[in-house]
């Protein structure tokens, strides 16, 4: 067995995670079902609930369709072609066609797929691009599907957009780069793989570029070994960064594809990475740890530099989310608690937040509001006044653990309230959208959220607690 997977077992021993996943999701040995290193947990106990428009669908003929039955996985459907593939997609959407309607905060509607689990999604206006364990990239535009492509391999654990171009961070530990059609804005060509091949080639004829890794087998150091985790950016764009189970951290110069520098970051997977606060590098991993990475010039380039560990802990990190308005860093753990520390403050820690039952698997910051969405099927959202963080709401539907978040704030506003729409995408292999107002008021229900009843009490919901 694999060192961090020793590791990773030992974390979970520490967390009881068989406990808080159990009642959650079965079994699955064929694949890990987290992007995060804690837990082999696969498919969920309960299936997601059904859309009147679900029925209208041939593909909602079973709850429980095998993967080959994706037209992705045609042989007969050739990328080649250029062509989006919608009329055979096996997604349903319910949302309503005029959204400008909802004037509440709460559920506007659901993307919903028959087979394989929502991974990572990245909003940009009013497209909308999720990843799943199928291997291809889904754009939606104005909440209808618009495009698609696909990659050769390597299910999709991270899409950041930069420009022009996605970034999309797969499972086989390659990155893959996208562009749009200068002719058909639906068609996206992809443009490159990182590494590249020249770099690969060339990098693999000295010896000295190879690394050993855990099974012990030499690969060359520009490439990662292990599932990519997560990818960010640099303030300025010009550095993408990802991160792996490999215990890595890459740097990529994104004008040439070219692989900086390899950082050998934890003693375990790093599950989440994060740029903010004038050039920092944030890293969480499973080895209970977040760090600090600084960047400094050397030469003609630069070169990252250990800073100091924000925290140590016995449970994985699970995320990371910076808010760059007002230098705040936010961490979830595995333990579904959410640590927070303030910039303008040295990095002095915050507080905790407590409002997950299960691990925290994704955070998302918006204006003064954060989101975090957990395995027990909910999204919590904070305000943030002043130093304290509010439970507004927590967002319910999910039937199974929100892996992955997307925030953008609406174009529109309504008498000077911030308004903002929410993506959160599912291990029940569904999409749904949120319009939050960040003048809602705490414990306010409206149509698809709930109070946050199963909290402390109000005092303790509103006034972050330090951690002990």
């Known amino acids: 067995?694999?060192?961090?997977?020793?590791?990773?077992?030992?974390?979970?021993?520490?967390?009881?995670?068989?406990?808080?996943?159990?009642?959650?999701?079965?079994?699955?040995?064929?694949?890990?079902?987290?992007?995060?290193?804690?837990?082999?947990?696969?498919e969920t106990s309960h299936l997601p609930p059904r859309l009147s428009s679900d029925y209208s669908s041939p593909l909602a003929t079973s709850p429980t369709r095998d993967s080959s039955a994706s037209p992705y996985l045609d042989p007969s459907w050739d990328q080649s072609h250029q062509t989006s593939p919608l009329s055979r997609s096996p997604w349903t959407s319910h949302v309503e066609n005029n959204s400008t309607n909802y004037s509440y905060t709460g559920l506007m509607g659901s993307l919903v797929r028959e087979e394989g689990h929502i991974y990572s999604l990245a909003a940009s206006g009013d497209l909308l691009y999720t990843g799943s364990d199928?291997?291809?990239?889904?754009?939606?535009?104005?909440h209808k599907e618009f495009s698609g492509f696909k990659s050769n391999s390597g299910l999709v654990k991270a899409i950041i957009l930069s420009g022009e171009r996605i970034f999309t961070g797969h499972q086989d530990g390659k990155i893959r780069v996208w562009k749009v059609s200068g002719k058909d804005s639906s068609v996206y060509n992809r443009i490159g793989t990182l590494p590249t091949l020249m770099a690969y080639i060339k990098t693999s004829m000295k010896p000295s570029n190879y690394i050993q890794t855990r099974r012990n087998r030499n690969t060359v150091w520009i490439k990662h070994f292990d599932a990519i985790s997560c990818l960010s950016m640099s303030e300025d764009q010009k550095l993408l960064y990802s991160a792996s189970w490999d215990k890595t951290i890459k740097v990529w110069r994104a004008s040439d594809s070219k692989c900086l520098e390899s950082i050998k970051a934890?003693?375990?997977?790093?599950?989440?990475?994060?740029?903010?606060?004038?050039?920092?590098?944030?890293?969480?991993?499973?080895?209970?740890?977040?760090?600090?990475?600084?960047?400094?010039?050397?030469?003609?380039?630069?070169?990252?530099?250990?800073?100091?560990?924000?925290?140590?802990?016995?449970?994985?990190?699970t995320a990371l989310a910076v808010d760059p308005s007002s230098n705040y860093l936010y961490c979830g753990s595995s333990d579904g608690l959410v640590n927070f520390w303030q910039g303008d403050k040295l990095l002095s820690h915050g507080g905790v937040l407590r409002g997950h039952k299960l691990a925290t698997l994704?955070?998302?910051?918006?204006?003064?509001?954060i989101f975090s969405g957990s395995a027990d099927n909910n999204i919590c959202v904070w305000k943030r006044?002043?130093?304290?963080?509010i439970c507004l709401s927590v967002l319910t539907g999910h039937s199974g653990p929100v892996k992955c978040l997307a925030v953008e704030e609406e174009q529109e506003q309504k008498g000077g309230d911030k308004q903002f729409i929410v993506?959160?995408?599912?291990?029940?292999?569904?999409?749904?959208?949120?319009?939050?107002?960040?003048?809602?008021?705490?414990?306010?229900?409206?149509?698809?959220?709930?109070?946050?009843?199963?909290?402390?009490s109000s005092n303790s919901c509103r006034v972050s607690q330090r951690r002990k």
């Open 385 to 389: 006044d002043g130093g304290e963080h």
């Open 423 to 456: 993506y959160s995408g599912s291990l029940d292999k569904s999409v749904k959208i949120w319009r939050i107002s960040s003048q809602l008021v705490p414990n306010q229900a409206e149509v698809g959220t709930s109070p946050p009843q199963n909290f402390p």
């Open 362 to 369: 994704c955070l998302a910051a918006a204006g003064n509001l």
């Open 266 to 317: 934890h003693d375990d997977a790093v599950n989440s990475i994060v740029v903010g606060f004038n050039g920092l590098l944030f890293s969480g991993s499973a080895d209970g740890t977040v760090k600090i990475w600084r960047k400094e010039s050397q030469g003609k380039g630069t070169k990252h530099f250990f800073s100091q560990t924000l925290l140590k802990q016995e449970c994985a990190v």
């Open 134 to 142: 199928s291997k291809n990239i889904r754009v939606w535009k104005n």
């Open 1 to 42: 067995m694999r060192n961090s997977r020793k590791s990773k077992m030992a974390t979970e021993e520490n967390c009881h995670p068989k406990q808080a996943f159990g009642n959650v999701l079965q079994s699955d040995p064929n694949e890990d079902e987290y992007s995060f290193r804690i837990s082999h947990t696969s």
